[in-house]
């Protein structure tokens, strides 16, 4: 069974920074993809950035210049770090990969279960 586990969420002042991780575990052959979404109160779930497993990245405007997304293949995680956060940045985010498993290789995409990220003075 795979899992993705999240970290790093938090409260943080405007201005600030946070780094979130995001973890696969359990049996599986290879990892695409992997990246970031997130859902503030009352809104649809947005992406916020992608990295290839060659580490190509491409993220939403509105975070361009503000977060980076990276990963380390050998440990399986995927990070986010998030600088001069702004009260809009303020959701639940989750991490998303695709990952393939068992003797065909099946591609199926896996969630994390979320972490907070609340920007607050």
């Known amino acids: 069974q795979v899992q993705l586990v999240e970290s790093g969420g938090g409260l943080v002042q405007p201005g600030g920074s946070l780094r979130l991780s995001c973890a696969a575990s359990?049996?599986?052959?290879?990892?695409?993809?992997m990246g970031w979404y997130r859902q503030a109160p009352g809104k649809q779930r947005e992406w916020v950035a992608t990295?290839?497993?060659?580490?190509?990245?491409n993220s939403a405007d509105s975070v361009k210049g503000r977060f980076t997304i990276s990963r380390d293949n050998a440990k399986n995680t995927v990070y986010l770090q998030m600088n001069n956060l702004k009260p809009e940045d303020t959701a639940v985010y989750y991490c998303?990969?695709?990952?393939?498993?068992?003797?065909?290789?099946?591609?199926?995409?896996?969630w994390g279960q979320g972490t907070q990220v609340t920007v607050s003075s």
């Open positions: 998303n990969a695709q990952i393939r498993t068992g003797w065909a290789r099946t591609l199926t995409q896996y």
């Open positions: 359990g049996s599986f052959h290879s990892i695409n993809d």
């Open positions: 990295i290839t497993s060659d580490r190509r990245t």
